[in-house]
């Protein structure tokens, strides 16, 4: 139920920046429907499991499928790249790309427009299975691990931090005991601790702080009244028919364990 319900909330959400497509539009620079050739969309996903991978298959993960999604549901031709996270914000800026899923801030929406929240990700304190966070009060007597850029709720800029590069390196600074916890996404957490060979026994039960969205962000450079709109509606459209929940579904349900906050 509490899945759904978050669904009907990001839709809703979509639907509000809509009505608000003429703000969005104000100050952007002429241009051609898409940066490169005339429907060609030339999207970035954010290497970390289980976001966007490299395999012997090829690229795939989460946000690779939905950016291919929103692509094809938008009429367009996409051209999908599996690359670190820190790349995304200077290829958006330097025109090498024209769009990537990832959660904002201040330096992102600076080179980009946020089109529209696509998925909304409940953010945790993970900490060792054998020292537990109990409570989120607890988290003001530890030293946190936070990938970053990562975006932190109201009134957490006074406490313990230590930044570091990525989900990998949290979990990594987590287990080797010069952390208590790591913060960050649910997926983007245990994502991260699978691909380093961990299990999630190995941890304590999660506790959820709040819930922050992936957003389509589109190139300044590339962004025009067309394909804005375009790329909302395709948002729309497959938040409404339930294929981003269902891709949300299918990659909690790789975890095969219940206390996964949903």
């Known amino acids: ?16 920046r809509s009505l608000c497509t003429a703000a969005l539009l104000a100050g952007l620079p002429p241009g051609p429907l898409a940066a490169a050739e005339p429907g060609l969309l030339r999207i970035e996903t954010i290497q970390s499991e289980p976001f966007g991978r490299i395999g012997p298959q090829g690229p795939g993960g989460l946000m690779y499928d939905i950016g291919m999604l929103i692509a094809q549901r938008a009429g367009l031709t996409a051209q999908n790249r599996v690359v670190p996270y820190a ?3 200077r290829s958006l800026h330097n025109g090498v790309s024209d769009m990537v ?5 201040d330096e992102l929406k600076a080179v980009a427009v946020q089109v529209a929240p696509v998925l909304e990700l409940p953010t945790v304190l993970v900490s060792r299975q054998e020292a537990p966070l109990q409570r989120l009060e607890d988290v003001s007597r530890g030293l946190l691990a936070v990938p970053r850029s990562f975006p932190l709720p109201p009134g957490w800029e006074g406490r313990q931090l230590q930044w570091v590069n990525n989900n990998e390196h949290a979990i990594q600074m987590l287990m ?12 983007g957490l245990f994502g991260a601790a699978r691909g380093l060979g961990l299990r999630m026994q190995q941890f304590a039960r999660p506790l959820p702080v709040e819930r922050q969205a992936f957003w389509l962000h589109l190139s300044r450079r590339s962004a025009t009244p067309e394909l804005l709109e375009r790329l909302a509606k395709a948002v729309e459209a497959l938040q409404r028919d339930g294929s981003i929940t269902r891709l949300y579904r299918r990659a909690l349900d790789e975890f095969g364990d219940d206390r996964m906050p949903a």
């Open 1 to 16: 139920m509490q899945k759904e319900s978050g669904g009907r909330a990001a839709v809703t959400g979509v639907r509000r």
């Open 87 to 89: 790349r995304t914000v």
């Open 176 to 187: 080797g005991k010069r952390v208590d916890a790591a913060y960050g996404s649910n997926l």
């Open 101 to 105: 899923l990832r959660f904002s801030n």
